[in-house]
């Protein structure tokens, strides 16, 4: 079992930023990858940005890139995403979530996940 924790969440203006950390104890060792989940009101939850844990590869959605950096600490087994540029289409609860196998693109993909952080960006 991999428990997943979020923080950093909270309201931002338009232009602002935030960091959330994703905080991973319990049996991580064969984690393949890690992701950041969106999910606005009314909308399905979509990928953000993925982490892969042997290599730091990274993948992020269209929507963020240039804007969004997702990253590790090993040490303290703990995934970062810091978020700046924010826009109001950025509102919405962000999910940490840990995949063991090698697919990683959809929320079916990821075994275990936190119970998730809002963020909300005010225009």
């Known amino acids: 079992q991999v428990q997943l924790v979020e923080s950093g969440g909270g309201l931002v203006q338009a232009g602002g930023s935030l960091r959330l950390s994703c905080a991973a104890s319990?049996?991580?060792?064969?984690?393949?990858?890690m992701g950041w989940f969106r999910q606005a009101p009314g909308k399905e939850r979509g990928l953000v940005a993925v982490?892969?844990?042997?290599?730091?590869?990274?993948y992020y959605t269209n929507s963020v890139k240039g804007r969004f950096t997702v990253s590790r600490d090993n040490a303290k087994n703990t995934m970062y995403l810091q978020m700046n540029s924010l826009k109001p289409e950025d509102t919405g609860v962000y999910y940490c979530a840990a995949a063991r196998g090698t697919e990683w693109y959809g929320p079916g993909d990821y075994e275990y996940w936190g119970p998730g952080t809002q963020v909300t960006v005010s225009s």
């Open positions: 982490i892969f844990w042997n290599n730091g590869g990274t």
């Open positions: 319990g049996r991580t060792f064969n984690t393949y990858a």
